[in-house]
C-alpha cells in the first residue's frame, strides 16, 4: 500500500512563505484526486486544496491566490506553494489521496502530518 510522508512545515511569520511537500512511497497515478487538508485546534479537519490526476485544482476560498497545488505524477509528490501566510493558517497540514468529486474527495490514504505554525 502506497504510503505518504509530508515534510516541510515550521514557524514563520505573518505574511511569510512555506513550501509542503508529500512524497508517495509508491505510485500516485492510480488516485483520481490528491489533497491537502489542515486542522487547527478545535477546528474539524478541512480540504485546502485539491488537485486531479491530469490538472483540475480545488482550492478553499480563504487560501484562493495564496495558495499552490502541484502536483508530480513522475516523482510521486504533491506539494503545496504558501504564500502571505496568516495567523489563522496554523494548523497541521496533511496530504491525503482518494477519489471522487475535486471539492470533497474522498480520502483513501493519509500521511502523519506537518505543522504549520505562523506566528503574528
Known amino acids: 500500500q502506497v504510503q505518504l510522508v509530508e515534510s516541510g512545515g515550521g514557524l514563520v511569520q505573518t505574511g511569510g512563505s512555506l513550501r509542503l511537500s508529500c512524497a508517495a512511497s509508491?505510485?500516485?497515478?492510480?488516485?483520481?484526486?490528491m489533497g491537502w487538508y489542515r486542522q487547527a485546534p478545535g477546528k474539524e479537519r478541512e480540504l485546502v486544496a485539491a488537485s486531479r490526476t491530469w490538472g483540475s485544482r480545488y482550492y478553499e476560498d480563504s487560501v484562493k491566490g495564496r495558495f499552490t497545488i502541484t502536483r508530480d505524477n513522475v516523482n510521486n509528490a504533491l506539494l503545496l506553494q504558501m504564500n502571505s501566510l496568516q495567523p489563522e493558517d496554523t494548523a497541521m497540514y496533511y496530504c491525503?489521496?482518494?477519489?471522487?468529486?475535486?471539492?470533497?474527495?474522498?480520502?483513501?490514504?493519509w500521511g502523519q502530518g506537518t505543522q504549520v505554525t505562523v506566528s503574528s
Open positions: 491525503a489521496a482518494g477519489s471522487g468529486a475535486i471539492q470533497a474527495p474522498i480520502p483513501r490514504i
Open positions: 509508491g505510485s500516485i497515478f492510480s488516485f483520481d484526486v
